[in-house]
Structures are given as structure tokens and as C-alpha cells.
């Protein structure tokens, strides 16, 4: 009897002693990560590459194209086991000459309008000049008859609520209008949708994104609004609801490329076939630099990728460095990926991507099976004490949505978004708003998870 | 015994209304501030008087007389019970002409370096041509024989640490240098001190700061180098060790003047003898423009009283909202505040300031009686919802420091610090650097706590 006491108290002490190194193991590696990142991450040249010397890159422009190949040779320096290209189709959309819009003012002056074509809308054929209807609400639109709609504008002015916490959470509550705005408009007969731009700033700066179109619904122009200018729009409208506005756009669509998706891989040392991705999107609007949206992105992948190649040991299973193309516009770049991924029944663990700004990280959002989503939580209470281990349902990255049944648990890093919506998608997008501490972190964040889920399993 | 039972259910039942009724209520008021916060807090227009009309503000100048008249008028115009100013005696003292410096590089080439007096330095009288002794310890420093730092300057390098997940740690670690390296440099023989600036970004720009002379030690001159100056000079030093550095520096320190903290009170209407403080300071540094520091804390002071004065009935304590003169070259309007307190025998339940930069608010850094402490820390889960909870030790208040004794705790606003350092007394703390939703959300916290600490006591 006693022989065996003794054995299992060994036994216990065994186990004990070495589930405490594996946390300590644990939390070494994580303080290696931030130690080695906030000393040595070449995160300031990177973004300055990226955003000065290539500048914005929308899909299908030679930035773009620049990008890619900038990528590809950051990635082979790092020397993983892998790096190559995955051919994408895209859609190429081209704003053309700036655009120009006025309203006519009492006394018949002029008043410019600040605005930028939505990403994918049509031009306007010469100067479209057509009265405006302005809504704000979906419920609002739908109430109107006909006739008060045909043959004009509709003009979208709700608001973000400044009352939400995260800005990011009011930007998806008003983001239908920019989204949609051009079909239900056209169903009613407008010729034309203005859409308020999302941002809370008060400022002339609009904003553009991604519209779509309807088959069997006319194609008609979408453009942005700056927020004084919608402001003033509105109050113009209160005194004269028959002014008209002037819109001229020379956007257009061109036939589809082929660009590429850029993807590094470092092959795990015991599950080669069990996948973790970390990624971030390649392309951006076509104004301000692509500085947050999502240059941060494309930098933290890389350092995490370089991170990785800095433990002594490879990780247990396949890390993967995605950098996507076309986000902006049909996220082509990851449906491909997750195509390619099914064909080749791959096991993916973990989709992470980083696409929130890259301002101070905050933690992770989620969606995935409960018991990844419950080991995901505890990996995440290592992050806590460098005050990132917040993690909340529903993630926020456009490219991994194509992963959704492909991978156990969908991650987006997730930032601070005060300062994002002041920039998102417009001229102010540049180097100068970023921090480069703050996007640091955000890679080492990533970079812990994706380690966390490659050493420990789901 | 039945109705015994059927009273003391009665009564059970009544005190959990009560008790859910009030915690109803704390989170209606809160939401309250929130919401009116974010839709109506004049703060971009407050920040741009103060930032854009009015100027950097340092203790003496006219930019800070006028800020004062400027913050009263503010104040007035909320009519709170009583609005006054406190006179205080403050030190002045001016840069003068420009700062020059320079080192002669191999080949007899000049090459410029980029400095700032501290603040309180004498002059240099005409150019001050020396060798330097770089120390990066005071160890260092201490283990020097005399004759290798007499007639020399002592460079003070020690870097802020970059490990460090908040940069407020690495600077109140590093400041030491700026504080006391011309005492410590004059006591070996030193004719003058150059610190690296306490910043942890790679630029350009010196970040000037008070520095102490001490009482039979000879006042050596003291400026801050850009970290970039302060690399170069490093490396050239390693190729050259004789190699000597030049520097003219005009500032003054002129007789005392009287200037004012000023005040404003909205007296409780239960318990007017028992006081809340919120506050933050008046004057900045001479370079910039004084926006995050600390600009963005007398709007929050500013707005704090707005909402207080949007509430219906009035708070059950007093509440002054103070507005401290010289905080950043002596605390003499802290000082002054406190002492009369002291004199009036007034009881101060809490003392809270703001002065950490005014960007993501994340929660108070608090030191007081335990008791008060753990009052605090439960009413601070009101604010978790925000993102505000977090309760950490050590205060970082300088103008609250002197109501140690005189207040049960003393509170600052806690943000999150990545941006603060890469402009802090620098030309670079400017208006654009700031997000006005962060600056509000701070006012709010503060006010919040404000308010609980007045309803709830301590």
C-alpha cells in the first residue's frame, strides 16, 4: 500500500511538475515574442515601403502587381519552406479623372460637393444633374411612392450612431446603405445614389468602398458623401427640396486579371498536414496610402512569419502566411484560397486574419465550434496581462469568411477603432496616422495564438 | 409567526427593489453621460481654441494667461455655483533664441544635433565647447574617475526600455536622467548635461522636461538630444572619443510672477462640505502646442462640469472641477490648491486628474486608504462595459500629489500610452495627433467616477 502512495505521489508530482514548465514553456515563448518584436520588428521600414514607395494599390493596378512581388521577396528573406504565388481572378475597376458634383444654391452659386465614386459603380455618361431624395432609413425609402423617387438622386444620410462604444460596431450598422444603396434606389426608379460617408469625423474627407449591383436592377452611379457636405446637402434640401445636383463620374470596369494571392508556408514538425494561417489583405482603395487598410495587415503577417523563424524548434504543426488579394472588392483572393484548400482537403485548424485598422490591440474576435472557441478563450488568458486577451463572438475578417466550414475557428485580430473610421477608405488613410508600437503588438499578438494553437492543438 | 415571516419578506423584497433600483439608476446616469458625451461634447471646438488660438502655454506666458481667461469663460458660461481664481507664485523661465549644437565629425565636417534646453536649464554664455563622457547607468557615472568627466559634458544614453508593454513604465524608469543628470554631472566636475530624449520613437525631435539643480551644487546647462542625435553621437563618439561637442544655449529664469489656478464649484446639495475634485493643467511646454498634454485634460475638465450640469437634480457632494497653473516645472498650483484646502480643513474624499495624454481612457491608477480603494475598484466594474474598469496602483497625477494627507484617494485617468511618448514635450504634441472620441470618453470616465464617489460615498 504504502509502495504505491509513493508511486502515484510521484507519479503527481511528475505530472504537476511538468504541466507547470509547459506553462512556463508557454509563457517564456510569449515573452520572447514581445521582446524580440518591440526590439527588432522592421515593422517602420516595412510600412514605409509599403505606403511610400508603392502607395495605394487597389486591385488591379500596377501598385498591386508591386506589392505582390515586394512580398514575395520579404517572405524569401525570411527563408520558410516555402513561398509561392496562387493565381486570382479579379474584377479591375478604375476611378478615372477625379470627380465633380455641385448643388446650385439660392442666388443660383455654386456649392461643391465633396465626394468619391463607390468602388465598382458606373460612371455617369457627361454631367447627371436630377433632384435628391433624401432618406434615412431603409423603412423611410420604402414608404415613398414612385414618383417621389424616379428620375432622382437618392440620398443616404444615416449617420453612424456616435453612441456605440466601438465605432467598428456602428460602421457595420450603417454600411448597408454604401453596400446596397445603388440596387434599391435603382428598384425604385432613382438615377442616382449619394451615401453619407462612415466615418463619425466631421470633416469634408469622403469616404469610398465597396457597392454592389443587382442582375435584372439598372446600374446606376453611387458615389460617397463627405459629412459636411451631406450635412449641408440635407439642410439645403430642408429649404429647397427641388434643387438639383450635379454629379459627374468617369469610373469604369475592365476585364478581369489574373493577379496572384502571396503565400509562405513553415511545415510543422509533427502534423505537417494540420494548418494555422495568419493573413492579411494585399490590395487597397485607390486614395490615401493603404496605410491601416491594411499595410498594418500585410507587416504584422511578415513579422509574425519572421517571429516564427526566431524559436529554436519549428512549431509542431503548418504555420501559413496568407497575403490576399482583391478584399476590397469580392474578396476573390479568399475564396480562392479556401477553394484550393477544399480541393486539396486540407485540415485547417485556424483561419487568423488581421484587417481592423492595426491600431491598439484589444484581443480576438471569434466564430468556430464551442470547444475551439473555449480553448481559444484559455490561450488567450496568456495575452491578458499584455492587455490583449479580450476575445468576443464574431470576427471580423472579410478574406476567412470562405473558411467558414473549411477551419475549426475563424480568428480577427481585434483593435481599438476610434481612430479607424476617420481614415477608413479615404485620402486620410496614410503612414502618419499609424503607430508603430501598436502594430507591433498586434503582430506578436497573432503570432501567440497562432503558436499557442500549433504547439497545444484545438 | 406567519406575519413575522410575511414582514420580514416584505421588508427583504422592499431593500432588493431598492438596492436593483439603484443600480438601475448608477447605469441610467452613466449611460446618460456616455450618450450625451459622444453626441454633444463641444471638445473638438474647446481643443482647437486651446491648441490652434491660444497656443503652447508655458508657465509665465501670455498663451498662459490667456488660457486662463479662456477656461473661466468656459466655465462661467456652464454656471456652476461659483467660479474663481486661486493665485499662486510660479517660477518663469524662457528658452530664448533658437538652440544650437553641433559636433565636428572626421574630415573637420560640422554636423548639426538636434537639441532642446530642459526646462529651468541656465544658459551656456556664448558656446560651450567640451568633450563628452556618454554614461548609460549611474553606476556608470559613479565608477568614473573625476578627471574623465571635469570640464566635459555628461551624455545621459540609456534608452527607454522598448520591452516594456506601456511606455509609461519605460519613461517614468528612464526620466531620472532628465531630473537629475546636472547634479549628478556637476557633482563629478561636469560643465554640462545632454540627455537622450525620453521618447521611444527614432526621430529627430528632442523632448524637453523639468530638471532639478540642487543647493551648492554648481548649475550646469542640460538639454535634450533627438534620439537620433543621440544615436549619431554615440556611434561617432566610439570612432572618436575626443571629440568635442558645441552648444549655445539663451534661456533665462526670470523673477517670480503671481498667476491663478482657476476653479470651479458646483456645491452638493447633502453633504456641501464633503468634496470630489476633477482637474487637470493649465500650462505646457513652450514647443508645440500643448495638446495632449494637457490640452486634452481641460476639455475633459471642461466637459465633466457640462455634464454634471445636464443631470436633474444635483450631485449629493461637492464637486470642484480645478484647472492647476505650472504643473510641469514645479506642481506650484497643485501645491497651492492643497495648502489651502488644508488651511479651510476641508475634506476631500477624491482627487482625480488627468494627465496621461488624453487617448484610449482605460481605466484610473489610484493610491488612497484600502478601504476607499476597494470602493473604488467596485464602482470601477460600472465602467467595464466601456472599457474603462481596469484599476491599477500608483497615481500618476503630479498636481494631486500634495493632497496625499489631505484626500482619502487620489485618482488618475489611466490611457493607453503607445502615442504619448513620440510627441511628449515635443513640437510634435499638436492637434491632429489627438482623437476626439478618445478625449471624450475620458471626460466621461472621469465623470463618472466623479459621480458614483458623490452618490455612493466612499
Redesign the interface.
Given at each position: 500500500m504504502k509502495y504505491w502512495i509513493c508511486v502515484a505521489a510521484v507519479f503527481l508530482l511528475f505530472r504537476n511538475l511538468s504541466a507547470q514548465t509547459t506553462h512556463e514553456d508557454k509563457k517564456a515563448t510569449i515573452a520572447h515574442f514581445?521582446?524580440e518584436s518591440?526590439?527588432n520588428a522592421p515593422i517602420?521600414a516595412h510600412l514605409h515601403d509599403l505606403t511610400k514607395q508603392i502607395g495605394h494599390r487597389i486591385s488591379g493596378s500596377p501598385q498591386a502587381e508591386a506589392a505582390v512581388h515586394w512580398i514575395k521577396m520579404q517572405l524569401e528573406a525570411l527563408r520558410p519552406d516555402s513561398v509561392y504565388l496562387q493565381a486570382v481572378n479579379i474584377p479591375v475597376w478604375k476611378r478615372g479623372p477625379k470627380e465633380k458634383a455641385f448643388i446650385q444654391t439660392a442666388g443660383h452659386s455654386l456649392q461643391q460637393m465633396q465626394v468619391l465614386a463607390l468602388g465598382g459603380s458606373v460612371a455617369t455618361k457627361g454631367t447627371l444633374r436630377a433632384e435628391v431624395v433624401e432618406v434615412k432609413s431603409w423603412a423611410e425609402l420604402s414608404a415613398l411612392p414612385a414618383d417621389k423617387v424616379k428620375g432622382k438622386f437618392v440620398f443616404y444620410n444615416r449617420a453612424m450612431d456616435?453612441?456605440k462604444?466601438d465605432?467598428f460596431e456602428a460602421y457595420l450598422e450603417a454600411v448597408d446603405q454604401r453596400s446596397i444603396g445603388a440596387i434599391e434606389a435603382a428598384k425604385k426608379g432613382a438615377v442616382g445614389a449619394l451615401v453619407r460617408s462612415l466615418t463619425?469625423a466631421?470633416d469634408d474627407y469622403p469616404h469610398t468602398g465597396a457597392m454592389q449591383y443587382a442582375n435584372g436592377i439598372s446600374k446606376i452611379p453611387a458615389a460617397a458623401l463627405g459629412t459636411r457636405s451631406a450635412d449641408l446637402l440635407s439642410q439645403k434640401l430642408k429649404d429647397r427640396p427641388a434643387l438639383r445636383f450635379s454629379l459627374e463620374m468617369h469610373c469604369s470596369t475592365l476585364p478581369e486579371i489574373v493577379s496572384n494571392n502571396v503565400i509562405a508556408e513553415i511545415t510543422g514538425a509533427e502534423f505537417p498536414d494540420e494548418f494555422i494561417t495568419i493573413g492579411a489583405h494585399i490590395d487597397s482603395w485607390d486614395v490615401g496610402e493603404g496605410a491601416s487598410d491594411d499595410a498594418t495587415g500585410i507587416v504584422q503577417t511578415i513579422e509574425a512569419l519572421r517571429l516564427f523563424k526566431t524559436l529554436a524548434s519549428k512549431p509542431k504543426r503548418s504555420i501559413r502566411f496568407i497575403f490576399y488579394m482583391n478584399e476590397e472588392s469580392g474578396a476573390h483572393g479568399g475564396s480562392k484560397y479556401a477553394s484550393a484548400a477544399r480541393e486539396n482537403e486540407e485540415k485547417h485548424l485556424a483561419s487568423i486574419e488581421s484587417d481592423a485598422g492595426g491600431f491598439?490591440p484589444?484581443g480576438f474576435r471569434i466564430d468556430g465550434d464551442p470547444q475551439a472557441v473555449d480553448q481559444i478563450t484559455a490561450y488567450s488568458s496568456l495575452l491578458s496581462?499584455?492587455?490583449m486577451g479580450r476575445i468576443l463572438p464574431k470576427h471580423r475578417g472579410v478574406d476567412i469568411v470562405a473558411m467558414k466550414d473549411l477551419s475549426r475557428v475563424l480568428l480577427s485580430l481585434d483593435c481599438?477603432s476610434?481612430?479607424l473610421f476617420?481614415i477608413h477608405h479615404s485620402e486620410l488613410d496614410t503612414l502618419d496616422k499609424l503607430?508603430y508600437?501598436?502594430v507591433t503588438?498586434g503582430a506578436v499578438a497573432m503570432t501567440v495564438m497562432a503558436f499557442l494553437i500549433s504547439e497545444y492543438g484545438l
Open positions: 514581445f521582446n518591440l526590439t517602420p456616435p453612441t462604444i465605432p463619425l466631421k491598439q484589444v496581462q499584455y492587455g481599438e476610434h481612430r476617420d503607430n508600437r501598436e503588438l
